[in-house]
């Protein structure tokens, strides 16, 4: 398997954090389900919260819910204007936000009890640097229940201890204040194809008839390492896949290999949770291990998506279906 390990880019692309943080006290059950729309909601996490949760019921995913308002967010937001033939702004509205809530329910934040396997393990202390210290671990696991409970409900660790303040997550039986986030194990649609936009970096699912089914925020390859062309087809979807480097056929900056490694399965695996094979050779559509770097990174050509996006893709996705690059 060819693929990216994201170039860890000197120029970030900008992601603007706008609103004053709101006190973790005030981030309750109720003050988020309660929300409502009003002028100053950029500078509202309670709301930001619930707009980041719709949004990812919708399946116009905002990538990690973190409370803040920014470019992962805006263009979600696009997205879904675009889809409810709305005027495309960005900028959240009343209209928009009325039909965000009818159409996707109110209560966005629950009480979750933390359960047995959620602190089984095995988990690894820290996530190596290098792909040959990667090699030499058994399995890419998460590094504890944190990062494994902040995945599972989409989520940035520093938001769900925000939530939580005071709490440990390693107990089972521990009430936690969580999103009630979609299932991605059980996507309501079946793609038809799927494009992907180099220009808003983002993924889109398609049905039959052209209506955008779901609409995910990527990493694409730069004008250095770009990404496909054209039209290509989907292979096959590998779960949980390994990842093998082999400095022959790949030259990544700052990996120096002799020989071939290959890095066993895990959510810090390199390429994430899910591998979605193209038919052409090299490339493919995968998760990540770093979520909240979405957008902000080059990769190597490959589209990288959250791993919680490329599990309900690749759960949507069947051999044969058409992808195409569209600049």
């Known amino acids: 398997m060819q693929c990216t390990f994201l170039l860890r880019a000197a120029v970030v ?47 116009f995913s905002p990538g990690v819910i973190d ?29 928009t936000w009325r039909r965000l809530t009818s159409e ?21 202390n820290r996530v190596p640097k290098s792909f040959r210290e990667m090699a030499k671990l058994e399995s890419l696991s998460f590094t504890g229940p944190k990062e494994l409970l ?6 940035d660790a520093d938001l769900l201890q925000a939530l939580n303040p005071g709490k440990s997550f390693a107990k089972a039986g521990s009430a936690i204040l969580v999103p009630q986030v979609r299932d991605e194990a059980k996507p309501n649609f ?5 494009e992907i936009h180099k220009s808003d970096q983002s993924v889109r699912a398609l049905d039959e008839d052209g209506t955008v089914r779901a ?4 990493t694409i390859g730069s004008s250095e390492t770009p990404s496909p062309t054209g039209t290509h087809r989907v292979l096959g979807v590998a779960k949980e896949p390994d990842y093998r480097y082999d400095p022959k056929k790949l030259s990544f900056p700052g ?21 979605i094979d193209l038919s052409k050779e090299g490339y493919g559509i995968h998760g990540t291990p770093d ?29 044969g279906i058409t992808v195409q690059f569209v600049s």
């Open 104 to 124: 996707n329910g109110d209560e966005v934040v629950k009480e979750y009890e933390i359960t047995p396997a959620d602190i089984k393990g095995p988990f690894i």
């Open 190 to 194: 079946e793609a038809a194809r799927i």
């Open 13 to 59: 692309l900008g992601v603007a954090l706008v609103g004053v943080p709101v006190g973790a006290e005030e981030l309750t059950h109720e003050a988020i389900n309660q929300a409502i729309f009003n002028q100053d909601w950029q500078n509202n996490k309670a709301f930001m919260i619930k707009a980041q949760v719709l949004l990812d019921r919708a399946r």
């Open 150 to 155: 902040a995945e599972k409900f989409h989520l």
């Open 291 to 319: 979520p909240d770097d979405i957008r902000r990174e080059a990769s190597h050509g490959c589209v990288r998506l959250t791993n919680w996006d490329a599990i309900e893709l690749a759960n949507a996705t069947i051999p």
């Open 215 to 218: 609409y995910y925020p990527a």
């Open 67 to 95: 409370g803040r308002w920014g470019m992962n967010t805006e263009r979600a937001v696009r997205a879904l204007q675009e889809r409810q033939g709305l005027e495309a702004t960005g900028e959240l509205n009343e209209e």
């Open 255 to 275: 990996v120096k290999l002799k020989r071939a490694v290959t890095i066993a399965p895990g959510p810090n695996n390199p390429v994430g949770r899910i591998w």
